[in-house]
């Protein structure tokens, strides 16, 4: 019983001297709150001129061509996201049709009535890229038809595009000039996938 007073009188010393010892004069507390982390967004748009970008948006329209007819396809692509960007690739999706009827002459040469040949005489002379002030040229796929180039990834990119960066693309297209009546009344749609990474 002895032992166990004793026990209890140093456990009471002990807890004063504890209360003493954390009752300071001065305190003092700060606090951070609504610390956040948070990730940035990636984003690549298009736009006809320039000025005005957007995620969905069609870039070009030709008509009434013929055998020899050059065309350029300008638009501009720009880094709306916060990161860097160090590949951007066009994806053409090709697809031919015939517009209306087959005329006499079309009849004569032409056995596919659904399916237009256009694509196939459509020849890509190049690619002129304008990034940063500097412009350079993509001759790997100089004298591709866009049929060949269906489906196929076209990169643009030789030094990253940096966010708010704004890059030209202008293509420049022939009509073969040994094209015959097999192309009158065609129709080539193109669909372009702009493909983006970090």
């Given amino acids: 019983m002895r032992r166990e007073i ?3 009188i140093v456990g009471l010393l002990l807890g004063a001297a504890g209360f003493k010892i954390g009752g300071a004069l001065f305190s003092d507390i700060s606090i951070s709150e609504n610390n956040e982390i948070a990730t940035g967004e990636f984003d690549v748009r298009i736009s006809k001129t320039g000025s005005s970008f ?3 948006l069609k870039l070009f329209e030709f008509n009434d061509l013929k055998p020899g007819d050059e065309i350029k396809a300008e638009f501009y692509i720009k880094n709306s996201g916060d990161f860097n960007i160090s590949k951007i690739l066009i994806i053409p999706h090709v697809q031919d049709l ?4 087959l005329n006499g002459a079309e009849a004569l040469v032409d056995n596919t009535t659904e399916i237009g040949e256009l694509s196939q005489n459509l020849i890509l002379e190049w690619i002129v890229i304008t990034q940063s002030n500097q412009t350079y040229t ?3 796929y100089s004298g591709k038809s866009l049929h060949e180039l269906n489906n196929q990834s076209i990169s643009l990119l030789t030094a990253p595009f940096a966010p708010s ?3 030209k693309v202008t293509m420049f297209f022939l009509v073969n000039p040994e094209a015959g009546n097999e192309i009158q009344k065609d129709l080539c749609l193109i669909s372009m996938q702009i493909y983006a990474e970090q």
Wanted: aromatic letters at 12%; a negative charge; hydrophobic letters at 40%.
């Fill in 6 to 8: 004793v026990f209890m």
């Fill in 54 to 56: 957007y995620n969905d």
């Fill in 98 to 101: 015939e517009s209306g009827d």
């Fill in 138 to 140: 993509l001759s790997d």
């Fill in 165 to 167: 960066e704004v890059l």
